[in-house]
């Protein structure tokens, strides 16, 4: 399978045999870029995270690998072969021109020899073909052969599936045990496979692809004469050579306090000296001993624990030349320059809490800036490299708001006063026409003071006949700042339904989000008030956001499964008339914003006003801020505490009690009048708070509601 030819994504999943489709061993695929080499990397479609071909948690049925490949983001789907199933897939490299269609002879006739179901690669360039053998055991799997090459794989691998057959589209798989074996010894040589019977899917010595290392050194040829086997039997035969078995063929923890990690290390250390620190090798040994575990193959960030016990001892490199006894160095070397590795099975605290993820409060406290403050797209309301929801009443608002946030990005100026990290942006409305959208662009360009829509903002919609309708594509591929998508339920209506096809919904989202290194914002709705009292909708200004987010339409899963979460609604407190004949007599152009984030918590409320042309007519939104949100009481209560006050001095003074207080020091917060010291516990007055307006139903200067954009 090392083809590597522009993508083709058609696929003809009527001509795939049935027997397949039945089996739960399914997977999504994409082409991505692993260290400048193009690489088909397998995709859970449960959830969209990178899948490893030796879980079967991470695979699915057909129907659902399907539905995930169709929905977008994704070039196409994979069958896995287990070892426990019957199936064992032949790969012919290199063996047909994809303009022509014209097939090698050498590979006409393996497809002749085999008579099975037979289809051709994703490429073009090769055909693949699936029979029925027994097991094959301690074989070869790929060989140069006639120009091109052969593959046979019966576990730990998966096949990219086309269904484009070669041949008759009705051809069954067939039961090819003889055939095969005729196959292998004519393309790999006079050795024959063994044949095994199947055991459970846990007791096979299995090869993976699942991996994706980020650090790998420079890797060094091992002496071409000497095979696996041969290797392995100078490791058994050297000094250590029993702590090497015991390692290796026993997978005995004794020396190491149960220590796995640790064992786990020493194995990698002595595979290092061996193979002469060849990365590859090294994996694929380690992956034959007694040590091997689904953990091998388990993601920690960008990379898998296999990937970083490999890279850790190859890192320490080759210090000298001194045979160590915990090295396994020998006098039996293999090729010229072969050079003992450092032993590493001895950790420091720091490799341990390394290790198993642990930080100190530290390390966390730099982690939480790394991934909230210094990367967000709009600080504090979207972080960076996130996935997120904005969830309000239909006809509220949240397009054009959105549009503003849109613009402010992809122009790299503040959106409602808060900086933003200048960048691409796309937006993807499917719900607003194109004349619409096109006089709300025209209006926020007013508001906003710009010569033009700035280029960096890319326009999708529904309504345009000529739009793709693969935006998850469309993100990968330009890999935006930030993208938009609205709305979620128009995008995919399934994900109200069930919490399966909201975890689906996220799942696509999140792979595309990681490789891109964009944030995805997803616009939703709330359900409809109950006409109930009792049941009655929350307001945003609630005491728990949490409570307000669960009042969004659809299953839980679609609000829970996001890094963060905005909900705008109208606030409780009514907006002040400017005047009788002013534009701002609808109290409901008002909004207050508000969420939480997983790893800043819960934001603070932000009231969010309409600026209006000199005909009244609505032009774009700005951040309220300033003491003319309050009533006359509480401004004379905020001017009569100190600079520096505590919550029991305000408490007093509101004399309302505590609740009543906390919300009024909140409003302040959000309205740029307070701050809270967090390492004093102190709240602090950013301004004096003016007191000459005695009179609450004069009018309010419409500088102190509406500051310039």
């Not at 849109?406 to 960048?423: N, S």
């Amino acid at each position: 399978m090392s083809e590597m030819c522009p993508i083709e994504r058609r696929l003809f999943p009527n001509n795939i045999p049935n027997e397949l489709k039945e089996l739960s061993h399914w997977v999504t695929w994409r082409l991505e870029t692993k260290k400048t080499k193009l690489t088909k990397v397998p995709f859970n479609p449960n959830n969209g995270q990178f899948a490893s071909v030796t879980k079967p948690s991470c695979w699915s049925t057909f129907e659902l690998a399907l539905e995930v490949f169709e929905n977008g983001g994704f070039d196409g789907i994979g069958f896995v072969f287990t070892g426990v199933d019957p199936y064992i897939g032949i790969d012919l490299d290199k063996c047909r021109d994809p303009e022509t269609g014209h097939v090698e002879q050498w590979a006409a006739d393996i497809v002749t020899d085999l008579d099975t179901y037979t289809e051709i690669s994703q490429s073009g360039a090769g055909l693949h073909l699936i029979v029925k053998s027994e097991l094959l055991q301690d074989t070869k799997h790929k060989t140069s052969y006639c120009g091109g090459a052969v593959e046979i794989y019966d576990r730990g691998r998966y096949f990219v599936m086309t269904g484009n057959c070669f041949g008759p589209v009705s051809k069954d798989i067939a039961d090819r045990s003889v055939e095969l074996q005729s196959v292998y010894t004519k393309t790999f040589g006079a050795g024959e496979p063994t044949h095994k019977r199947r055991e459970p899917a846990q007791a096979q010595k299995v090869l993976s692809i699942a991996k994706w290392p980020t650090f790998e050194p420079a890797r060094r040829t091992f002496h071409p004469s000497v095979d696996d086997e041969e290797l392995l039997a100078l490791a058994r035969s050297a000094e250590n050579g029993q702590k090497f078995t015991a390692l290796f063929d026993e997978g005995v923890l004794s020396g190491y306090d149960g220590d796995h990690s640790g064992a786990d290390l020493a194995l990698c250390s002595i595979l290092a000296h061996w193979t002469q620190g060849d990365y590859d090798r090294i994996d694929r040994l380690f992956r034959l001993s007694k040590l091997m575990r689904p953990k091998w193959d388990r993601r920690r960030g960008q990379q898998t624990y296999g990937a970083l016990t490999i890279s850790k001892v190859l890192r320490r490199g080759t210090r000298d030349n001194k045979r160590e006894e915990d090295e396994g160095t020998t006098s039996g070397k293999v090729g010229d320059n072969s050079e003992p590795m450092e032993t590493m099975t001895t950790l420091t605290i720091e490799d341990k809490r390394s290790k198993f993820g642990l930080r100190s409060a530290k390390e966390l406290s730099d982690r939480v800036s790394q991934l909230g403050k210094d990367k967000s797209v709009i600080d504090p309301i979207i972080p960076g490299r996130s996935l997120g929801m904005i969830v309000g009443d239909s006809g509220l608002g949240k397009s054009p708001l959105l549009y503003q946030a849109a613009m402010c990005v992809a122009a790299g100026i503040p959106f409602l006063d808060f900086p933003v990290t200048q960048g691409p942006v796309i937006y993807f409305d499917f719900e607003n026409g194109l004349g619409q959208v096109n006089m709300i662009l025209e209006k926020m360009r007013q508001h906003l003071n710009l010569p033009k829509v700035p280029d960096e903002l890319h326009l999708w919609n529904r309504n345009d006949p000529e739009s793709d309708r693969d935006i998850l594509a469309a993100i990968r591929d330009l890999q935006p700042t930030l993208a938009i998508i609205d709305s979620l339920s128009a995008y995919c209506p399934d994900a109200e339904e069930r919490n399966s096809k909201a975890n689906s919904l996220v799942g696509r989202f999140r792979p595309i989000m990681a490789s891109a290194g964009c944030t995805i914002l997803g616009v939703h709705h709330l359900r409809k008030p109950s006409a109930d009292p009792k049941t009655a909708r929350l307001g945003l200004e609630c005491d728990n956001v949490h409570e307000w987010l669960k009042q969004a339409r659809g299953a839980a899963a679609l609000i829970n499964s996001w890094d963060f979460r905005i909900g705008i609604d109208r606030p409780k407190v009514e907006l002040p008339r400017l005047d009788d004949s002013g534009a701002n007599r609808r109290r409901e152009i008002a909004l207050v914003m508000g969420g939480f984030e997983r790893v800043n918590g819960t934001m603070p409320f932000l009231h969010i006003g309409r600026v209006f042309d000199d005909d009244g007519e609505p032009l774009g939104y700005t951040r309220i801020t300033g003491e003319a949100f309050l009533s006359v009481e509480q401004r004379a209560v905020l001017s009569a505490l100190p600079s520096q006050f505590r919550f029991t001095h305000a408490k007093t003074k509101y004399a309302k009690g505590s609740e009543a207080t906390q919300g009024l020091l909140q409003k302040c917060i959000s309205l740029g009048l307070v701050r809270k010291n967090m390492v004093a516990g102190l709240y602090e007055k950013t301004q004096e708070i003016a007191t000459h307006n005695s009179q609450n139903d004069g009018p309010i200067p419409k500088q102190l509601l509406f500051p310039a954009a």
